[in-house]
């Protein structure tokens, strides 16, 4: 196998609305945070719930239609690429950071009324 393929697609839900800016070079840029949920018995036989947060990054289109359709609460299939970085902040303690860039999103919730206006 000469490469390997970084390839995420996560199915979740919105825990608040979507954050969207216009950078300086107009590029646009939206920040999720998606929950996926996982449940199993233990070993008592009782229903466990896991649940995991996932911060999930647009880029330009995508990014304009994450800002258009999407709201707290919305279910979306996201599918992108997994991406790690780090950086030292201010107090000198270096920080991680775990997100997915989003290169396709599957709306899967009804639009919210007021797009459904428009």
Do not use: C
């Not at 390839?7 to 969207?20: M, N, R, S």
């Not at 036989?45 to 304009?64: F, P, R």
């Not at 299939?77 to 270096?94: F, M, N, S």
């Amino acid at each position: 196998m000469n490469t390997l393929k970084n390839k995420v697609q996560l199915l979740g839900y919105l825990g608040a609305t979507p954050e969207t800016r216009k950078l300086d070079n107009g590029n646009t840029l939206t920040k999720m945070r998606i929950a996926t949920s996982d449940s199993y018995k233990n070993a008592q036989g009782e229903l466990i719930t896991d649940t995991q947060w996932h911060t999930v990054i647009a880029w330009g289109k995508v990014a304009e239609l994450a800002a258009q359709y999407l709201d707290k609460g919305s279910q979306v299939l996201v599918e992108g690429r997994l991406t790690y970085r780090e950086y030292t902040a201010p107090d000198g303690q270096k920080r991680h950071y775990t997100e997915i860039v989003a290169s396709k999103l599957e709306f899967l919730s009804k639009r919210p009324a007021a797009v459904n206006a428009a």
